[in-house]
């Protein structure tokens, strides 16, 4: 019974140092901004980043079609790749689109 306590006591001191203190001083995130890309089929942005003018540098994939800002993209084949540079107010800079043959 004293080697059940034991293990009890074990198993609630994991729990309190593996599950509740992390949860207590975990960061709390604030979302300043958020962007979904639209279009028919899938897309998915693979990658982002910004420069150092507060430019939008994004490369993605996607089938069918997929609106970035203003532009809209058509795919002929499954899975095409883009790679976007947008300003601050999400307005399209320079683009590249690579057509998977």
Same mark, same amino acid.
């Given at each position: 019974?004293?080697?059940?306590?034991?293990?009890?006591?074990?198993?609630?001191?994991?729990?309190?140092?593996?599950?509740?203190?992390?949860?207590?001083? *975990?960061?709390?995130?604030?979302?300043?901004?958020?962007?979904?890309?639209?279009?028919?089929?899938?897309?998915?942005?693979?990658?982002?980043? *910004?420069?150092?003018?507060?430019?939008?540098?994004?490369?993605?994939?996607?089938?069918?079609?997929?609106?970035?800002?203003?532009?809209?993209? *058509? *795919?002929?084949?499954?899975?095409?790749?883009?790679?976007?540079?947008?300003?601050?107010?999400?307005?399209?800079?320079?683009?590249?689109?690579?057509?998977?043959?």
């Amino acid at each position: 019974m004293k080697k059940n306590r034991q293990i009890f006591k074990l198993l609630l001191f994991l729990i309190l140092i593996f599950i509740v203190i992390p949860t207590l001083y *975990s960061q709390k995130y604030i979302v300043d901004w958020a962007k979904t890309l639209t279009g028919t089929g899938w897309n998915r942005v693979t990658a982002i980043t *910004s420069d150092t003018e507060n430019n939008i540098i994004l490369a993605g994939a996607f089938d069918k079609s997929c609106d970035i800002g203003q532009t809209h993209y *058509s *795919s002929k084949n499954f899975h095409d790749q883009v790679l976007v540079k947008q300003d601050s107010s999400g307005a399209v800079l320079c683009d590249y689109k690579r057509i998977k043959y």
